[in-house]
């Protein structure tokens, strides 16, 4: 099975950037869907986007404060690592930001890393 580590999270200015990583370990990685989740403190835990490891084709969360334009993920097979490029990053875009790895045909991610705390300051 998949294991994932982030690291990458800390503190930022409003307008600032930051860049997280998913380190992945296991076989068959590009087998995988990788896709990137945020949880706010007292809200539920929201989709930002995801990542087929396969072709590197990508799709983003549609919500009302749309990370499109803003984030964008990528994938370096060699180093079996996703990314996810934050910028122009806001307040609300304050944090702890997951990665998780499903496989086809299910919609269900049963593989998550621990997390890594993003913080935004006006």
């Known amino acids: 099975q998949v294991q994932l580590v982030e690291s990458g999270g800390g503190l930022v200015q409003a307008g600032g950037s930051l860049r997280l990583s998913c380190a992945a370990s296991?076989?068959?990685?590009?087998?995988?869907?990788v896709g990137w989740f945020r949880q706010a403190p007292g809200q539920e835990r929201e989709f930002v986007g995801r990542?087929?490891?396969?072709?590197?084709?990508?799709?983003?969360?549609d919500s009302a404060d749309s990370v499109k334009g803003r984030f964008t993920i990528s994938r370096d097979n060699g180093k079996k690592t996703v990314y996810l490029q934050m910028n122009s990053l806001k307040p609300e875009d304050t944090a702890v930001y997951y990665c998780?790895?499903?496989?086809?045909?299910?919609?269900?991610?049963?593989?998550w890393g621990q997390g890594t705390q993003v913080t935004v300051t006006t």
């Open positions: 990542i087929l490891w396969s072709s590197g084709r990508t799709f983003y969360a």
């Open positions: 296991g076989p068959t990685l590009s087998a995988y869907t």
């Open positions: 998780a790895a499903r496989l086809p045909g299910s919609d269900d991610y049963p593989y």
